[in-house]
């Protein structure tokens, strides 16, 4: 599977980030970033806390459940360090010739 539609609009998620949203890879979400639009798994890899919805700073998202935090970039599990396993889907985030948001897995 190639790129998915989201039907987002950039002002779409300006009113409201995060946007979580039914993909062929399961629940995800896009959000603002100071980066720009990043698009991830809309829930925690830990306990299926709403992951989508965490604080973002540094390149990082930081569960609002637990504080587990990945990175926006590759997924990779950042903290807490004893637990090292688990990592996050994270989407590449394209504006398409519809001007909404075309996602794809990374
Ligand atoms: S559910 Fe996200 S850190 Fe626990």
């Given at each position: 599977m190639g790129r998915f539609d989201s039907g987002i609009t950039p002002e779409d998620l300006q009113k409201r980030s995060p946007r979580p949203f039914e993909s062929p890879w399961g629940a995800i979400a896009l959000?603002?970033?100071?980066?720009?639009?990043?698009?991830?798994?809309a829930f925690c890899p830990h306990m299926e806390g709403p992951l989508a919805e965490g604080t973002v700073a540094g390149g990082e998202i930081v569960c609002p459940w637990h504080l587990w935090s990945f990175s926006l970039d590759d997924g990779s599990h950042l903290g807490p360090t004893q637990e090292?396993?688990?990592?996050?889907?994270?989407?590449?985030?394209?504006?398409?010739?519809?001007g909404t948001f075309l996602v794809e897995p990374r």
């Open positions: 959000l603002t970033t100071p980066n720009g639009p990043a698009c991830i798994q090292p396993s688990c990592s996050i889907e994270v989407f590449a985030v394209e504006l398409g010739p519809e």
